[in-house]
Protein backbone atom coordinates (compact mmCIF):
# COMPACT_ATOMS: atom_id res chain seq x y z
CA UNK A 1 0.00 0.00 0.00
CA UNK A 2 3.02 2.18 1.13
CA UNK A 3 4.37 1.48 -2.95
CA UNK A 4 1.37 2.22 -4.51
CA UNK A 5 0.43 5.65 -2.85
CA UNK A 6 4.25 6.94 -3.36
CA UNK A 7 3.39 5.99 -6.95
CA UNK A 8 0.35 7.59 -6.76
CA UNK A 9 2.02 10.92 -5.88
CA UNK A 10 5.14 10.70 -7.96
CA UNK A 11 2.47 10.38 -10.73
CA UNK A 12 0.64 13.36 -10.10
CA UNK A 13 3.91 15.46 -9.13
CA UNK A 14 5.14 14.15 -12.41
CA UNK A 15 1.73 15.33 -14.54
CA UNK A 16 1.88 18.61 -12.32
CA UNK A 17 5.47 19.88 -13.73
CA UNK A 18 4.49 18.71 -17.44
CA UNK A 19 0.93 21.05 -16.91
CA UNK A 20 3.73 23.98 -15.28
CA UNK A 21 6.11 23.23 -18.78
CA UNK A 22 3.00 23.83 -20.83
CA UNK A 23 1.58 26.75 -19.43
CA UNK A 24 5.26 28.67 -19.34
CA UNK A 25 5.96 27.34 -22.66
CA UNK A 26 2.74 28.78 -23.57
CA UNK A 27 3.53 32.08 -22.41
CA UNK A 28 7.16 32.28 -24.08
CA UNK A 29 5.19 31.32 -27.05
CA UNK A 30 2.68 34.24 -26.96
CA UNK A 31 5.34 36.65 -25.96
CA UNK A 32 7.73 35.61 -28.30
CA UNK A 33 5.09 36.03 -31.51
CA UNK A 34 4.15 39.21 -29.75
CA UNK A 35 7.55 40.58 -29.95
CA UNK A 36 8.15 39.25 -33.55
CA UNK A 37 5.06 41.09 -34.11
CA UNK A 38 6.32 44.35 -32.70
CA UNK A 39 9.19 44.38 -34.11
CA UNK A 40 8.60 43.72 -37.65
CA UNK A 41 6.29 46.86 -37.63
CA UNK A 42 8.69 48.83 -36.37
CA UNK A 43 11.20 47.19 -38.82
CA UNK A 44 8.99 47.82 -41.19
CA UNK A 45 8.10 51.36 -40.59
CA UNK A 46 11.59 52.69 -40.54
CA UNK A 47 12.40 50.65 -43.94
CA UNK A 48 10.39 53.56 -45.60
CA UNK A 49 12.74 55.92 -44.16
CA UNK A 50 15.56 56.35 -46.78
CA UNK A 51 19.21 56.98 -45.66
CA UNK A 52 22.07 56.89 -47.72
CA UNK A 53 21.42 56.57 -51.63
CA UNK A 54 22.32 53.56 -52.99
CA UNK A 55 25.53 54.13 -55.76
CA UNK A 56 24.64 52.99 -59.16
CA UNK A 57 21.28 52.57 -58.63
CA UNK A 58 19.15 55.97 -59.29
CA UNK A 59 16.37 56.20 -57.05
CA UNK A 60 17.39 53.51 -54.54
CA UNK A 61 18.25 54.27 -51.49
CA UNK A 62 19.17 52.16 -47.46
CA UNK A 63 17.19 52.69 -45.05
CA UNK A 64 16.58 54.06 -41.83
CA UNK A 65 16.10 50.11 -40.72
CA UNK A 66 19.52 49.63 -41.58
CA UNK A 67 20.45 50.95 -38.24
CA UNK A 68 18.41 48.28 -36.11
CA UNK A 69 18.81 45.16 -37.84
CA UNK A 70 21.78 44.14 -35.07
CA UNK A 71 19.27 44.50 -32.27
CA UNK A 72 16.95 42.46 -33.50
CA UNK A 73 19.77 39.43 -33.28
CA UNK A 74 20.70 41.11 -29.83
CA UNK A 75 16.71 41.66 -28.16
CA UNK A 76 15.08 39.03 -29.88
CA UNK A 77 17.82 36.28 -30.90
CA UNK A 78 18.74 34.77 -34.18
CA UNK A 79 15.57 33.16 -35.27
CA UNK A 80 13.13 35.14 -33.87
CA UNK A 81 15.22 38.41 -34.75
CA UNK A 82 15.94 36.82 -38.51
CA UNK A 83 11.84 36.26 -38.85
CA UNK A 84 10.97 39.90 -37.57
CA UNK A 85 13.27 41.41 -40.51
CA UNK A 86 12.25 38.89 -43.24
CA UNK A 87 8.23 39.59 -42.48
CA UNK A 88 8.98 43.46 -41.94
CA UNK A 89 10.92 43.69 -45.04
CA UNK A 90 7.67 41.84 -47.04
CA UNK A 91 5.23 43.64 -45.03
CA UNK A 92 7.22 47.40 -45.86
CA UNK A 93 6.75 46.10 -49.26
CA UNK A 94 3.06 45.90 -49.13
CA UNK A 95 3.48 49.43 -47.50
CA UNK A 96 5.56 50.55 -51.15
CA UNK A 97 8.52 50.33 -50.33
CA UNK A 98 10.40 49.46 -54.12
CA UNK A 99 11.95 46.15 -54.05
CA UNK A 100 15.62 46.15 -55.53
CA UNK A 101 16.82 42.60 -54.89
CA UNK A 102 14.32 40.26 -57.03
CA UNK A 103 12.49 40.06 -53.13
CA UNK A 104 15.79 38.63 -51.85
CA UNK A 105 15.97 42.70 -50.09
CA UNK A 106 15.58 40.71 -46.69
CA UNK A 107 18.51 38.61 -46.82
CA UNK A 108 21.24 41.45 -45.77
CA UNK A 109 19.55 42.74 -42.58
CA UNK A 110 18.63 38.82 -42.26
CA UNK A 111 22.07 37.77 -42.24
CA UNK A 112 22.76 40.81 -39.80
CA UNK A 113 20.20 39.79 -37.04
CA UNK A 114 21.19 36.19 -37.21
CA UNK A 115 25.04 36.61 -36.92
CA UNK A 116 24.61 39.26 -33.97
CA UNK A 117 22.00 36.61 -32.34
CA UNK A 118 24.57 33.64 -32.62
CA UNK A 119 27.21 35.76 -31.06
CA UNK A 120 25.49 36.60 -28.35
CA UNK A 121 24.73 32.58 -27.64
CA UNK A 122 28.41 32.12 -28.37
CA UNK A 123 28.08 30.19 -31.78
CA UNK A 124 30.72 32.30 -33.14
CA UNK A 125 32.17 29.45 -35.26
CA UNK A 126 28.77 29.52 -37.46
CA UNK A 127 29.48 32.85 -38.01
CA UNK A 128 32.56 32.82 -39.08
CA UNK A 129 31.59 30.15 -41.70
CA UNK A 130 29.33 32.32 -42.98
CA UNK A 131 31.30 35.43 -42.80
CA UNK A 132 34.28 33.41 -44.90
CA UNK A 133 31.74 32.20 -47.57
CA UNK A 134 30.18 35.59 -47.82
CA UNK A 135 33.49 37.32 -48.32
CA UNK A 136 35.45 34.75 -50.43
CA UNK A 137 32.08 34.95 -52.92
CA UNK A 138 32.61 38.42 -52.94
CA UNK A 139 36.37 38.29 -53.85
CA UNK A 140 35.80 35.30 -56.72
CA UNK A 141 32.93 38.01 -58.56
CA UNK A 142 34.09 38.71 -61.46
CA UNK A 143 32.20 42.45 -61.04
CA UNK A 144 33.88 43.04 -57.62
CA UNK A 145 36.89 45.75 -57.16
CA UNK A 146 39.76 43.95 -55.65
CA UNK A 147 42.27 47.01 -54.87
CA UNK A 148 41.80 50.52 -54.76
CA UNK A 149 44.38 52.86 -56.26
CA UNK A 150 44.35 56.53 -54.95
CA UNK A 151 46.81 59.11 -55.22
CA UNK A 152 48.95 60.35 -51.76
CA UNK A 153 51.25 63.27 -52.69
CA UNK A 154 53.00 62.33 -56.30
CA UNK A 155 52.51 58.52 -54.81
CA UNK A 156 49.79 56.26 -55.56
CA UNK A 157 48.83 53.93 -52.58
CA UNK A 158 46.73 50.12 -53.86
CA UNK A 159 44.68 49.25 -51.02
CA UNK A 160 42.02 46.69 -50.84
CA UNK A 161 38.49 47.80 -51.20
CA UNK A 162 37.39 45.16 -48.27
CA UNK A 163 39.49 46.46 -45.46
CA UNK A 164 37.08 46.99 -43.20
CA UNK A 165 34.93 43.74 -44.08
CA UNK A 166 38.88 42.17 -43.02
CA UNK A 167 39.35 43.90 -39.97
CA UNK A 168 35.30 42.89 -38.80
CA UNK A 169 36.30 39.26 -40.16
CA UNK A 170 39.98 39.42 -38.13
CA UNK A 171 37.81 40.29 -34.54
CA UNK A 172 35.90 37.49 -34.89
CA UNK A 173 38.68 35.10 -34.98
CA UNK A 174 40.48 36.49 -31.76
CA UNK A 175 39.14 37.21 -27.99
CA UNK A 176 37.88 40.68 -28.83
CA UNK A 177 34.67 38.41 -30.08
CA UNK A 178 34.11 36.87 -26.42
CA UNK A 179 35.13 40.13 -25.18
CA UNK A 180 32.41 42.00 -26.61
CA UNK A 181 29.27 39.17 -25.91
CA UNK A 182 30.97 39.83 -22.06
CA UNK A 183 30.35 43.24 -22.13
CA UNK A 184 27.21 43.24 -23.81
CA UNK A 185 25.68 40.74 -21.22
CA UNK A 186 27.00 43.65 -18.74
CA UNK A 187 24.64 45.58 -16.62
CA UNK A 188 27.41 48.05 -16.55
CA UNK A 189 25.96 51.13 -18.92
CA UNK A 190 29.73 51.75 -20.48
CA UNK A 191 30.67 48.17 -21.10
CA UNK A 192 27.24 47.50 -22.74
CA UNK A 193 27.37 50.03 -24.96
CA UNK A 194 31.32 49.20 -26.23
CA UNK A 195 30.01 45.55 -26.21
CA UNK A 196 26.66 46.20 -28.45
CA UNK A 197 29.13 49.04 -30.73
CA UNK A 198 31.23 45.96 -31.67
CA UNK A 199 28.84 43.22 -32.22
CA UNK A 200 26.78 46.13 -34.03
CA UNK A 201 29.84 46.64 -36.39
CA UNK A 202 30.23 43.19 -36.93
CA UNK A 203 26.64 42.74 -37.86
CA UNK A 204 26.80 45.47 -40.30
CA UNK A 205 29.73 44.58 -42.12
CA UNK A 206 28.38 41.40 -42.88
CA UNK A 207 25.28 43.09 -43.64
CA UNK A 208 27.25 45.09 -46.67
CA UNK A 209 28.90 42.20 -47.85
CA UNK A 210 25.48 40.16 -48.45
CA UNK A 211 24.15 43.77 -50.44
CA UNK A 212 27.17 43.79 -52.38
CA UNK A 213 26.91 40.12 -53.48
CA UNK A 214 23.20 40.49 -54.27
CA UNK A 215 23.96 43.98 -55.78
CA UNK A 216 26.40 42.15 -58.19
CA UNK A 217 24.38 38.81 -59.15
CA UNK A 218 21.16 40.35 -59.00
CA UNK A 219 21.63 43.47 -61.04
CA UNK A 220 24.90 42.69 -63.21
CA UNK A 221 24.68 38.82 -63.48
CA UNK A 222 20.90 37.91 -63.89
CA UNK A 223 18.68 41.21 -64.37
CA UNK A 224 21.66 43.11 -66.28
CA UNK A 225 20.22 46.24 -64.82
CA UNK A 226 24.15 47.40 -64.84
CA UNK A 227 26.83 46.98 -67.16
CA UNK A 228 29.79 44.54 -66.26
CA UNK A 229 32.10 47.47 -67.10
CA UNK A 230 30.25 50.10 -64.75
CA UNK A 231 31.13 47.92 -61.73
CA UNK A 232 34.68 48.91 -61.50
CA UNK A 233 33.70 52.91 -60.88
CA UNK A 234 30.71 52.13 -59.02
CA UNK A 235 32.81 49.83 -56.64
CA UNK A 236 35.49 52.70 -56.47
CA UNK A 237 33.30 55.01 -55.64
CA UNK A 238 31.62 53.03 -52.95
CA UNK A 239 35.19 52.45 -51.22
CA UNK A 240 35.29 56.08 -50.08
CA UNK A 241 31.51 55.96 -49.03
CA UNK A 242 30.74 52.72 -47.35
CA UNK A 243 33.50 52.85 -44.16
CA UNK A 244 31.67 56.47 -43.24
CA UNK A 245 28.43 54.63 -44.06
CA UNK A 246 29.08 51.44 -41.64
CA UNK A 247 30.43 53.56 -38.90
CA UNK A 248 27.57 56.00 -38.52
CA UNK A 249 24.92 52.51 -38.41
CA UNK A 250 26.99 51.20 -36.17
CA UNK A 251 26.72 54.45 -33.61
CA UNK A 252 23.15 54.64 -34.61
CA UNK A 253 22.69 50.80 -33.44
CA UNK A 254 24.81 51.48 -30.49
CA UNK A 255 22.99 54.64 -29.22
CA UNK A 256 19.54 53.29 -29.99
CA UNK A 257 20.09 49.77 -28.41
CA UNK A 258 22.33 50.48 -24.97
CA UNK A 259 18.81 52.05 -23.38
CA UNK A 260 16.92 48.92 -24.69
CA UNK A 261 18.89 46.82 -23.36
CA UNK A 262 19.36 48.01 -20.02
CA UNK A 263 15.61 49.15 -20.01
CA UNK A 264 14.29 45.43 -21.29
CA UNK A 265 16.50 44.00 -18.49
CA UNK A 266 15.70 46.47 -15.68
CA UNK A 267 11.79 45.21 -16.52
CA UNK A 268 12.81 41.60 -16.51
CA UNK A 269 11.97 41.28 -19.85
CA UNK A 270 15.04 40.29 -21.14
CA UNK A 271 17.71 38.38 -19.45
CA UNK A 272 21.14 39.75 -18.22
CA UNK A 273 23.03 36.92 -18.74
Known sequence: MFHFWNRKIFIFNVKN????????????SARTLAFAAIFAAVYAVLRLVPTFPMVGLPGASFSLSDAIAPLYGVILGPYVGGFSIVLGTFLAIGLGRPVS??????LPATIN?????????????????????LLLAFLLNPLSLLLV???????KIVFPF???????????????????????KSPLATQNSKGLAL??????????????MLFEVVLGLWLKVIAAEAYKGIWATVFYLYPVERLILTMLATVIGAPILRALRRGKILEAG
Open 113 to 133: ALSTGLLLKRKWKIVVSVYAV
Open 101 to 106: FMFLDF
Open 199 to 212: IAFIGTMMQHLTGS
Open 17 to 28: YIAMQENTLNRL
Open 162 to 184: NWMHIIAFLMLLTPIREKAVQWV
Open 149 to 155: EFPIGDA
